[in-house]
């Protein structure tokens, strides 16, 4: 199956996806009150890397909120084992859950299968974060095959800030295009 890469730039596509408070959400909207947003993807409960980076997410989360940045954690997990896992993470940013294998494909996520002692009943999404900004376009892309290889958080806060406090516009990284081959 091919799988779409997501470029800097572009447009970020529409996913609807469901939190664990019942409701539906997009996650190319940013909420009320914030013009960008951070999606972070998570490989489950079965990821004790997650369950930390989470809880790194929540203690951010008012940097990343004063910064205009609303912020949506989402795994392909079911409700009931995402609950579990939050429970320990007690989450003040949203969480959504039970991401199919075709939305996982139409972010360009790395997609595994359960292996055995791991846990995980089903194929997951590895790791995977995006910044979208004010014109819903993609400012900052990072997808990883292994939960070892992601951005700590900070300096994702570091550049968001860096982005959001220039004077004049500045191109979004790797966005040239050219017709050389």
């Known amino acids: 199956m091919s799988v779409k890469i997501l470029q800097a730039g572009e447009t970020f596509p529409s996913v609807l996806v469901k939190t664990i408070d019942g409701l539906e959400t997009d996650l190319a909207k ?29 203690a951010l989360l008012p940097e990343f909120n004063a910064l205009g940045v609303d912020v949506v954690a989402v795994s392909g997990d079911s409700l009931e084992k995402a609950k579990a896992q939050l429970a320990e993470v007690e989450p003040k940013f949203d969480v959504a ?9 139409t972010l360009g996520l790395y ?28 400012q900052m892309i990072d997808v990883s095959n292994v939960p070892f290889a992601r951005p700590p958080l900070a300096s994702m806060l570091m550049g ?7 004077k004049e516009s500045y191109p979004i990284n790797g966005s040239f295009v050219s017709d050389e081959k």
């Open 30 to 58: 940013s909420g009320d009150g914030f013009d960008w947003k951070l999606i972070v993807v998570y490989r489950g409960k079965h990821c004790p890397l997650c369950t930390n980076y989470l809880k790194d997410l929540n």
């Open 111 to 138: 997609v595994s299968s359960p292996r055995l002692g791991m846990g995980a009943d089903r194929p997951f999404a590895e790791p995977g974060l995006f910044v979208v900004n004010e014109n819903g376009q993609l």
């Open 97 to 105: 859950y039970d991401l199919s294998i075709q939305q996982m494909r």
């Open 160 to 166: 968001i800030r860096y982005y959001r406090n220039m």
